[in-house]
């Protein structure tokens, strides 16, 4: 059996990384704050404090979820660690959504870290990570620093494998409106259909999801690879 665990589903990359998911996996499991409106036979939901999950019952919440009994393989499977499991983040937010860069701090790097640290516990062997083209743990703008710091951090718990993503500005469907970000898409639209430029033109939300995908079902001799915009773009043509 092979298993996906997710955070960030709710997210622009996320949602469409959970359609990915369901042509590869056997089971999804989804972590979040709250459940989405979404019902799939793969799907799994459990709904907590994600500051806290390394203290959730996962066992309690899995079966609780599973009305007929349908996840009890499931469970069966991470318990005895028969299961290839593998581990996706799309988590994210802006200072703005936050309301403060204490708080943006906590979301995009303590629930990212713990989230990583449970997948790890449950057996998974690769880590796929959306980060930001600019993340530097050295820079001075302060969402790049963050994006550099989890990058440092995630490559501590030693996985198997760790892909992280960079890509560019993103396009696609937000589910609000960010004036900057429109603008840029905007500006940046055409390097798109000129082809030029790959590691800064715009990238889709669905090619991103696409990438890690594959990414998470090849081989690779590196325990650690960055995957930038215009590797995710060649990727998925």
Same mark, same amino acid.
């Given at each position: 059996?092979?298993?996906?665990?997710?955070?960030?589903?709710?997210?622009?990359?996320?949602?469409?990384?959970?359609?990915?998911?369901?042509?590869?996996?056997?089971?999804?499991?989804?972590?979040?704050?709250?459940?989405?409106?979404?019902?799939?036979?793969?799907?799994?939901?459990? #709904?907590? +404090? %994600?500051? *806290?999950?390394?203290?959730?019952?996962?066992?309690?919440?899995?079966? @609780?979820?599973? $009305? /007929?009994?349908?996840?009890?393989?499931?469970?069966?499977?991470?318990?005895?660690?028969?299961?290839?499991?593998?581990?996706?983040?799309?988590?994210?937010?802006?200072?703005?959504?936050?309301?403060?860069?204490?708080?943006?701090?906590?979301?995009?790097?303590?629930?990212?870290?713990?989230?990583?640290?449970?997948?790890?516990?449950?057996?998974?062997?690769?880590?796929?990570?959306?980060?930001?083209?600019?993340?530097?743990?050295?820079?001075?703008?302060?969402?790049?620093?963050?994006?550099?710091?989890? #990058?440092? +951090? %995630?490559? *501590?718990?030693?996985?198997?494998?760790?892909?992280?993503?960079?890509? @560019?500005?993103? $396009? /696609?469907?937000?589910?609000?409106?960010?004036?900057?970000?429109?603008?840029?898409?905007?500006?940046?639209?055409?390097?798109?259909?000129?082809?030029?430029?790959?590691?800064?033109?715009?990238?889709?939300?669905?090619?991103?999801?696409?990438?890690?995908?594959?990414?998470?079902?090849?081989?690779?001799?590196?325990?650690?690879?960055?995957?930038?915009?215009?590797?995710?773009?060649?990727?998925?043509?």
């Amino acid at each position: 059996m092979n298993i996906a665990l997710i955070s960030g589903t709710s997210g622009m990359v996320g949602m469409q990384l959970l359609h990915q998911l369901f042509k590869k996996y056997d089971f999804v499991i989804s972590v979040g704050r709250r459940k989405l409106a979404l019902k799939h036979e793969k799907l799994v939901q459990l #709904e907590g +404090d %994600l500051l *806290k999950i390394n203290i959730w019952d996962w066992e309690h919440l899995l079966m @609780s979820s599973s $009305l /007929g009994g349908e996840y009890q393989l499931v469970r069966e499977e991470i318990l005895e660690k028969k299961a290839e499991i593998h581990a996706f983040s799309s988590l994210g937010t802006t200072i703005k959504q936050a309301g403060s860069k204490e708080r943006f701090y906590q979301v995009d790097h303590d629930i990212v870290l713990e989230f990583a640290t449970w997948a790890k516990n449950l057996g998974a062997t690769k880590f796929l990570y959306v980060s930001a083209l600019s993340a530097d743990p050295e820079s001075s703008v302060f969402y790049s620093k963050v994006k550099g710091e989890v #990058e440092q +951090d %995630l490559q *501590k718990l030693d996985y198997s494998f760790l892909g992280i993503f960079r890509p @560019s500005l993103l $396009l /696609g469907n937000r589910n609000e409106f960010r004036l900057g970000e429109w603008f840029a898409s905007i500006a940046m639209k055409p390097l798109v259909w000129l082809k030029v430029l790959k590691n800064y033109r715009p990238i889709y939300d669905f090619q991103v999801a696409k990438a890690m995908v594959l990414v998470a079902n090849q081989a690779s001799s590196q325990n650690v690879e960055i995957i930038n915009s215009g590797q995710m773009q060649d990727l998925t043509k």
